[in-house]
Nanobody, 115 residues
Framework: QVQLVESGGGLVQAGGSLRLSCAAS????????MAWYRQAPGKQRELVAI???????NYADPVKGRFTISRDNGKNTVYLQMNSLKPEDTAVYYC?????????WGQGTQVTVSS
């Protein structure tokens, strides 16, 4: 079992930046992948960014060039640096980690971008 605790959400003006953090209860070195998803009101949860065990990253088209996912194995933490935020980035952001066929989710952190 992996416990995840997210932090870093909040209210920011358009064009601003936020950094989300997701701290895992155990070592993340053995995880297959770590990712961030988001869910806006009335919409389905969608993948924002993912980093796999080899370090390869992938991003959803709407956030490419603005968001960066990274991980710190020593701190058992994955980050999402969000720059040039837009009102359409407003959502609850969820941390997700995967070990074999098991997926684990954080509780979510609200990000609100005002215009």
């Amino acid at each position: 079992q992996v416990q995840l605790v997210e932090s870093g959400g909040g209210l920011v003006q358009a064009g601003g930046s936020l950094r989300l953090s997701c701290a895992a209860s155990g070592s993340i070195a053995s995880l297959n992948a770590m990712a961030w998803y988001r869910q806006a009101p009335g919409k389905q949860r969608e993948l924002v960014a993912i980093i796999i065990s080899g370090g390869t990253t992938n991003y959803a088209d709407p956030v490419k060039g603005r968001f960066t996912i990274s991980r710190d194995n020593g701190k058992n933490t994955v980050y999402l640096q969000m720059n040039s935020l837009k009102p359409e980035d407003t959502a609850v952001y969820y941390c997700n980690v995967r070990r074999s066929l098991n997926w684990y989710w954080g509780q979510g952190t609200q990000v609100t971008v005002s215009s």
